[in-house]
């Protein structure tokens, strides 16, 4: 790299920094202020709102990447074009694909970065954040489900009538076991209830029956403890439970999710599908906002930065609507669905780089 790539990048890196931090002091503001009632309905101590920010601002800057980066380039690029640097640059013969290389090093920098730490670091400390969130600020959760039907290992399905989260207790079960589309055993209770002393089930008045070729052998009984490939958190609230995932805890809950048969396992795949989509978005909208800003305007640099963020609008909508149209199902194909954004204006990226006189 040359002075001049250095010289760019440094700025281009240092203007996001400051635009991040700007911005996410504001968002800190304007969120403490609309839950400071919460904070004080249920005394919140000073060191649980403290540690409940420190966890949601990084939740916030791992949100905003993309647009701070795009909004960030136009900020540079127009400054430059303003002072007629990117005039010089490309007098003295450097093309115009050159000059955009230190931005996408930055901007291939900050998404490898907000990658990794949306895979690893940021679940972390979502953990802490949801919990916050609905213990102090969400109304209390009850599990309301009726005839629930579980695949809890390849041969082993559960079924309850209900389930009472507050106590742990589910009601009217039945377990079968079925190989080759053949029952071998069944086993129902009244009852199935955690114990937490020793981390398994424990059945409440039990029968169970085993299915050896044209014999039926039958017991019953009290109480009968099981081990199961369940636990009470499958019943507790779901909600943002993908946010609280790392990558590799992530792919476990797709591949459980699977095996049960859940309703909701596409939630989770799209999760995993928007932390690889997100580095290439903001390399697409580092590229685009380049292209809108380069060109010195009569109208001034306002107008290339109302327009610059005119444009992050836009994608945030189409982010937003995306990801939507993929978790109701419109689209076969979640993961189309998810990229889809970054397909557009890839596209519309490459049309309006030809634009750009070089």
């Known amino acids: 790299m040359k002075k001049l790539d250095w010289y760019i990048l440094k700025k281009f890196l240092s203007t996001f920094v400051f635009v991040l931090f700007v911005l996410i002091m504001i968002i800190v503001i304007i969120d403490f202020t609309e839950k400071n009632d919460n904070f004080m309905k249920n005394e919140v101590s000073v060191k649980e709102i403290t540690d409940y920010y420190l966890a949601f601002m990084p939740y ?24 007629t640097e990117i005039i010089a640059i490309l007098s003295s013969g450097v093309s115009f694909m050159r000059f955009m290389v230190p931005f996408f090093i930055g901007a291939s920098f900050i998404g490898s970065l907000s990658f990794i730490a949306n895979s690893y670091v940021i679940p972390e400390a979502n953990k802490y954040r949801v919990s916050f969130e609905l213990q102090y600020i969400k109304k209390a959760f009850y599990f309301n489900d ?65 299915l050896e070729g044209s014999n ?59 932390r690889f989509m997100s580095p290439f978005s903001v390399i697409i909208l580092t590229f685009i906002g380049i292209i809108v800003s380069s060109k010195k305007s009569r109208r001034g640099s306002g107008f290339q930065i109302a327009l610059g963020f005119m444009i992050a609008f836009v994608f945030v909508i ?35 780089y030809r634009t750009v006189p070089r």
């Open 60 to 83: 916030m800057a791992s949100l905003l990447t993309p647009i701070i980066v795009f909004i960030s380039t136009v900020l540079v690029t127009t400054k430059m074009a303003a002072k």
């Open 146 to 210: 009726r005839n629930i039907h579980l695949r809890v290992a390849p041969n082993l399905y559960v079924y309850m009538d209900r389930y009472n989260n507050q106590g742990d207790v589910g009601y009217n079960v039945t377990l079968e076991k079925i190989e080759e589309g053949l029952l071998l055993e069944k086993l129902t209770a009244r009852t199935i209830k955690w114990d937490t002393a020793n981390h398994l089930w424990r059945l409440g008045r039990w029968e169970r029956r085993v």
């Open 216 to 274: 039926e052998i039958i017991s019953s009984g009290d109480a009968l403890d099981t081990v199961l490939y369940l636990s009470p958190e499958d019943f507790g609230n779901q909600e943002k439970l993908w946010e609280t995932l790392t990558m590799t805890e992530l792919n476990h809950h797709i591949d459980q999710q699977t095996l049960r048969g859940s309703a909701d396992v596409d939630i989770y795949k799209i999760e995993k599908y928007i």
């Open 318 to 352: 189409a982010f937003i609507l995306s990801r939507a149209l993929a978790e109701a199902n419109t689209f076969n194909n979640p993961l189309l669905a998810v990229w889809l954004p970054n397909i557009i204006f890839s596209i519309v990226s490459v049309f309006l």
